[in-house]
């Protein structure tokens, strides 16, 4: 069988892998010019590495990119399929290939998580002789399921799930490419059925190109003999049924009402479904997760500011997990947020001093709290009188801050609910003491 007629047995995902690395996409914070695996490519040169990161983002493609130029052989190895018997065949072949070529070998281990301890002591001596730079792809995290001398001995690298952008512009390529993609077929997609598969491909690049394959199969010919790929043709590829949802129009603006409202009325419930409906109707979870964050700051405020660390958390967790399992996070939060208690005060007061910024001009720092570097800014008066709060009892200081205009302004008014009520307790206290005195 030649290789043309093989390669129309092949999955569309496998004809689209990347042939060099300017066809590779995602990854720029890895790939983008003077970063780590761009310099490695260019120079011709690899390292051990663990390239961690969801499904369908190009893990093994990576691998064999970034060994094209490396003057070294390939080899790939399934940590599912294989056991110690085939590791110690791999050495002894990269043995043999030192001897007889004066080469190093890329051992690219799809899996490696699967690996028990005994396997991946195997690799272990031979990874530190240099005889074997070892490539291993993962989906968990390697802190938990790689031993840490292996771990020592290779990089450790994050692959994110692909964006919004990422993902257009590969399902744009796919249908436009004659030669390994759709072309041939002359199918288009409607801007309803991309926005469909860009949603429930969850960022993986598999999933999506196959969804897309099938759907292009299913579409129906016109007399002109081209397709068109609707959303119910890319429904029966994926056997999920699309939810209407216009991001930009009135339900949008709906749902992110009836979420924040459940957030700031205590209901997690309302906020679970709210955020349920969101994102399974493909809204962008970095969104959501900005008005949470925002929520955090705005709603809860100092009433409870572990909130807005859960918000940064978050957001963090669900960068490296991505669509589904960061999901969960998501939803951490927001049960957080609703039954947290609430607090504007922060909120309020900082309108009210930024208003006052604006009306007011650029009132002048009080002498006695500017800096003063040089000695004729002491000669003027600058820090004149500042009292140092370490040196005085509880680091508490008599003095103004506020321009003379604005003495005796109060912006923050602390609430009696949570950490608050002790915060107005505290700021009570202190400010009873400077009437006395």
């Given at each position: ?15 689209l ?26 120079q ?11 499904p ?17 052989a ?43 301890k ?51 512009s ?20 409607t ?7 860009l ?55 709906n ?15 309302g906020?679970l ?22 929520f ?47 607090s ?27 800096n ?66």
């Amino acid at each position: 069988m030649t290789d043309d007629v093989a390669s129309l047995w092949e999955p569309l995902a496998q004809r689209l892998r990347p042939r060099h690395l300017d066809e590779f996409i995602g990854q720029k914070h890895l790939l983008g010019p003077d970063k780590l695996l761009r310099l490695l490519y260019e120079q011709g040169q690899v390292a051990s590495l663990i390239l961690w990161g969801p499904p369908g983002v190009g893990k093994t493609s990576l691998a064999r990119l970034i060994t094209q130029k490396a003057d070294a052989a390939y080899v790939e190895f399934s940590a599912v399929l294989s056991g110690i018997k085939d590791v110690r065949e791999v050495v002894e072949k990269a043995r043999l290939t030192r001897q007889a070529h004066k080469k190093a070998t890329v051992l690219f281990v799809d899996e490696i998580h699967r690996f028990n301890k005994a396997q991946q002591d195997a690799f272990l001596p031979h990874v530190e002789s240099g005889l074997l730079t070892l490539i291993g792809a993962t989906t968990e995290n390697p802190s938990f399921e790689i031993i840490p001398a292996l771990l020592s001995r290779t990089r450790v690298l994050v692959l994110e799930p692909l964006s919004r952008e990422d993902l257009e512009s590969l399902t744009a390529r796919a249908l436009a490419d004659s030669e390994r993609g759709l072309g041939k077929l002359e199918a288009s997609a409607t801007p309803e059925a991309v926005e469909f598969l860009l949603r429930s491909s969850g960022g993986d690049a598999r999933s999506l190109l196959n969804a897309l394959e099938l759907a292009a199969s299913l579409a129906r010919s016109d007399s002109d003999g081209k397709k068109t790929i609707t959303v119910e043709t890319v429904e029966e590829s994926v056997q999920r049924k699309a939810w209407r949802y216009d991001k930009d129009g009135e339900e949008h603006y709906n749902l992110i009402s009836a979420l924040h409202k459940s957030l700031r009325d205590g209901d997690p419930d309302g906020a679970l479904y709210w955020l349920a409906r969101m994102l399974e109707g493909g809204e962008d979870p970095l969104f959501l997760l900005r008005r949470m964050i925002r929520f955090a700051s705005e709603d809860v405020g100092l009433a409870d500011p572990l909130a807005l660390m859960l918000g940064i958390s978050a957001l963090d967790s669900y960068r490296l997990l991505g669509s589904p399992e960061g999901d969960l996070a998501l939803a951490h939060l927001a049960v957080h947020l609703a039954l947290a208690p609430k607090s504007n005060a922060v909120y309020k007061a900082f309108g009210q001093a930024r208003q006052d910024a604006r009306t007011l001009g650029p009132l002048p720092v009080p002498l006695h709290i500017r800096n003063a570097p040089t000695k004729l800014m002491k000669q003027l008066g600058y820090a004149k009188g500042y009292k140092y709060a370490h040196d005085y009892q509880d680091a508490e200081v008599d003095q103004e801050h506020l321009p003379e205009e604005l003495i005796g302004k109060r912006y923050y008014h602390p609430t009696d609910r949570g950490r608050e009520k002790a915060l107005k307790e505290f700021l009570d206290q202190r400010r009873k003491k400077k009437k006395e005195s």
